[in-house]
């Protein structure tokens, strides 16, 4: 039996039956069997259909869906809230992209060889998805991977975070409501071992992973040969602010993308380089304006942030801080544990570049400022990990701008916002060890389908 906990309280909140290896194979039967069968497809404008019907079930339970996800898994719930109603125009981009998506005709005619021919390409469903989630966000994940399948046209199963499976479990009865028969989308609860079992089957075409990278790639070395995957893991989040930057226009969001969720998000602002010129006051400001930021209990509409999502998170951020600060590190805020479930937001100057919140993901309420002199200094330091995600810069010299865009290494940068900026039809991913592939709804149908030319021969055309 899977027990799930509120992330505030600890209390119990549910308890879900657990599934096995043989349960679980059977829902991979139930799959594959269904997608061989060819005359069991379903029309591009019943999917449709089913996508518009679940729109106005989703629209008349945001309260409901809000308040799941803030319950298991800790967000605020006013960010919670807008999560749910992203995740509606996350539906209704997937409809977008339905009627938008096509082939292509592929010139013919143009040699001897290929006189009398037309060509063209057109999208079909890859196969079997196997999408295993994270906890962070457990309804729009769950629509990132779930939506792209029914609107390519192929079964899935998926499978949430432990943590956080009621979202996941609420938003597919949804979908069956909605008029989708149940064998196209199979949700699998069950511990990481057997779906770590199930990833090697050949019978699955593709696997969609958001997850730590250590899982991620394990994952990826398992794929049976011709199995395709998108591997979304996070990043550090490197930001550049200038010598010339409107710094104080920036302290809102920076705050914003460091400590929203409580730093649980893969593209966080964890790194801010400084130019030392402006770094005292920069970082002043920004102790003023972490010291309003409210902390608390996550279903309190003025709260900005809630729990970790378990109390041994806790002590992991905790450890990595007081690591830091006996390295050399100066605290300017924070660093200490409000409860067993809440950190405070935490601000940490010129940890050493070996330290662990230097070297690694911190996903946690904490943000680590580096004084820097050059440019290209700011720049080496940002790109001397591994990781390549989102980053932004902070400039108004637009030259300076293009040069350290185009010179950071990471798969989108942003100037002057925070790295956690997204919309769901954008393609979001990460480069390296950050993962592989794109998600965003419209990529994500894309790669959930696979492309066939079609080749006509008549006389008629030449």
């Known amino acids: 039996m899977l027990h799930i906990y509120s992330p505030f309280t600890r209390e119990k909140i549910d308890e879900i039956p657990l599934q096995n290896f043989e349960q679980a194979q059977q829902k991979l039967d139930i799959a594959y069997t269904l997608f061989k069968d060819q005359s069991k497809q379903l029309p591009a404008y019943q999917r449709i259909s089913i996508l518009e019907k679940l729109i106005d079930i989703m629209q008349s339970s945001i309260e409901e869906l809000t308040i799941i996800a803030v319950k298991e898994g800790g967000k605020p719930y006013s960010d919670s809230k807008v999560e749910v109603f992203r995740a509606i125009q996350g ?203 409210k902390i608390g209990d996550p279903l309190h509409p003025l709260t900005e942030g809630g729990p970790l999502i378990h109390p041994s998170e806790i002590q992991r951020v905790h450890l990595w801080v007081q690591e830091a600060i006996q390295a050399g590190a100066t605290l300017a805020f924070g660093g200490e544990a409000i409860s067993e479930t809440l950190y405070m937001p935490t601000i940490l100057i010129n940890p050493p570049d070996d330290a662990t919140v230097s070297r690694k993901e911190i996903f946690g309420p904490v943000v680590c400022m580096y004084s820097y002199k050059t440019v290209d200094e700011a720049i080496h330091r940002a790109n001397a990990l591994q990781f390549g995600f989102q980053a932004s810069v902070f400039t108004k010299n637009t030259d300076t701008a293009f040069y350290i865009m185009k010179k950071l290494n990471a798969s989108a940068v942003m100037l002057n916002d925070h790295t956690a900026f997204r919309v769901d039809w954008m393609p979001f991913g990460g480069r390296d060890s950050s993962g592989l592939g794109w998600g965003g709804i419209p990529y994500s149908i894309k790669e959930y389908s696979r492309e066939k030319m079609l080749v006509f021969s008549s006389p008629a055309l030449e």
């Open 91 to 293: 539906v209704k981009s997937a409809i977008d992209t339905m009627r938008t998506m096509h082939g292509e005709q592929i010139p013919m005619g143009i040699t001897e060889s290929s006189k009398g021919k037309l060509a063209f390409t057109i999208y079909e469903p890859i196969g079997v998805v196997f999408a295993i989630s994270a906890f962070n966000h457990p309804l729009n994940l769950i629509i990132h991977q779930v939506i792209p399948a029914i609107a390519a046209g192929t079964p899935i199963i998926i499978k949430p975070a432990g943590s956080t499976p009621r979202s996941c479990i609420t938003l597919v009865d949804m979908i069956y409501s909605a008029g989708l028969p149940k064998e196209w989308c199979q949700t699998l609860i069950c511990a990481s071992h057997i779906a770590e079992q199930l990833v090697s089957d050949s019978r699955i075409a593709f696997l969609s992973f958001i997850g730590s990278a250590e899982i991620g790639w394990k994952l990826r070395s398992l794929l049976a040969p011709g199995t395709r995957c998108a591997l979304e893991h996070g990043g550090i989040a490197p930001v550049i602010m200038t010598e010339d930057a409107d710094w104080t226009s920036a302290l809102k969001p920076l705050i914003k993308g460091a400590f929203y969720h409580s730093g649980q998000v893969c593209v966080s602002v964890q790194k801010i380089f400084v130019h030392h010129s402006i770094c005292s006051d920069f970082t002043e400001q920004m102790v003023k304006l972490a010291n309003t930021f």
